[in-house]
């Protein structure tokens, strides 16, 4: 496997800035990846001269301690929901580029974080084949996810980790307790596969299952001092003051 550049590395060569100021990044959001449509997707972005830029660009960007030149086209990619496709394909893919090219694309992988398995102690006590997750309801087995060890495998690789709840459920349907069970659940989860990852965290941001959120949601994610949450509304326009409501392109699948 070719070692991966820190993800800082691809990001757009940063400013100090006095005020943060919206700036224009497309955030292309993924499910089930198909490594050749996928590759000719991130070829097709640097071939068109789009920049990769990391989650901590983007973070920093909408704190005002980095700047994105206004001329430039910059993206990121984020996957959601944990599929294993990611991991076979999706990787796959990004490491193919990152040798053709020497451009490591930065990813942030939004996991949901069932894994049934898991004991009150740790999470270093769940066996590293356990899935994410695993379907219940209409359609159980419609999809695959990746192992805790494969989850590990890519944060040591230079994937971001981010939280995209236990159960994957509709947040604002949820009681106020069940709501916030789910949030802060999968936020401990997700640090401990950092901490068995030995790789330290830099920053914390979220996807909103369904891309359905509301106040109440945000308020528990700003106490626990997330960064940012990523929605589903197609906008390529951020600014800080939107920071829990970032906009991504994509598909569900």
């Given at each position: 496997m070719?070692?991966?550049?820190?993800?800082?590395?691809?990001?757009?060569?940063?400013?100090?800035?006095?005020?943060?100021?919206?700036?224009r990044?497309?955030?292309?959001?993924?499910?089930?990846?198909r490594?050749?449509?996928?590759?000719r997707?991130?070829?097709?972005?640097?071939?068109?001269?789009?920049?990769?830029?990391?989650?901590?660009?983007?973070?920093?960007?909408?704190?005002g301690?980095l700047?994105?030149p206004?001329?430039?086209?910059?993206?990121?990619?984020?996957?959601?929901?944990?599929?294993?496709?990611?991991?076979t394909?999706?990787?796959?893919?990004?490491?193919?580029?990152?040798r053709?090219?020497?451009?490591?694309?930065?990813?942030?992988?939004?996991?949901?974080?069932k894994?049934?398995?898991?004991?009150?102690?740790?999470?270093?006590a769940?066996?590293?084949?356990t899935?994410?997750?695993s379907?219940?309801g209409?359609?159980?087995?419609?999809?695959?996810?990746?192992?805790?060890?494969?989850?590990?495998?890519?944060?040591?690789?230079?994937?971001?980790?981010?939280?995209?709840?236990?159960?994957?459920?509709?947040?604002?349907?949820?009681?106020?307790?069940?709501?916030?069970?789910?949030?802060?659940?999968a936020?401990?989860?997700?640090?401990?596969?950092w901490?068995?990852?030995?790789?330290?965290?830099?920053?914390?941001?979220?996807?909103?299952?369904?891309?359905?959120?509301n106040?109440?949601?945000?308020?528990?994610l700003?106490?626990?001092?997330?960064?940012?949450?990523?929605?589903?509304?197609?906008?390529?326009?951020?600014s800080?003051?939107?920071?829990?409501?970032?906009?991504?392109?994509?598909?569900?699948?």
């Open positions: 070719a070692a991966a550049l820190p993800a800082a590395a691809a990001a757009v060569t940063p400013a100090l800035a006095q005020v943060a100021a919206p700036f990044s497309e955030f292309r959001l993924y499910h089930e990846i490594y050749g449509l996928f590759k997707d991130l070829l097709a972005l640097l071939d068109g001269g789009a920049q990769p830029i990391s989650i901590e660009t983007i973070v920093g960007a909408l704190n301690s700047t994105i206004a001329g430039v086209r910059t993206f990121h990619i984020t996957w959601d929901d944990a599929r294993l496709s990611q991991f394909d999706g990787w796959r893919a990004i490491q193919e580029v990152h053709e090219r020497g451009i490591f694309i930065p990813v942030t992988a939004f996991l949901i974080t894994f049934e398995h898991l004991p009150l102690a740790s999470m270093a769940v066996p590293d084949d899935p994410c997750y379907e219940d209409d359609f159980p087995g419609k999809h695959h996810y990746m192992t805790k060890a494969q989850v590990i495998e890519l944060i040591r690789g230079g994937v971001h980790a981010g939280s995209h709840t236990v159960n994957h459920p509709d947040l604002p349907s949820l009681s106020e307790g069940a709501m916030e069970g789910e949030l802060v659940v936020e401990q989860r997700i640090q401990g596969l901490d068995l990852a030995g790789v330290p965290r830099p920053v914390k941001v979220f996807a909103y299952p369904y891309g359905r959120f106040e109440r949601v945000i308020g528990v700003r106490s626990l001092r997330c960064d940012a949450a990523f929605s589903t509304i197609a906008n390529a326009l951020h800080p003051q939107e920071r829990f409501i970032l906009g991504r392109f994509g598909y569900a699948e």
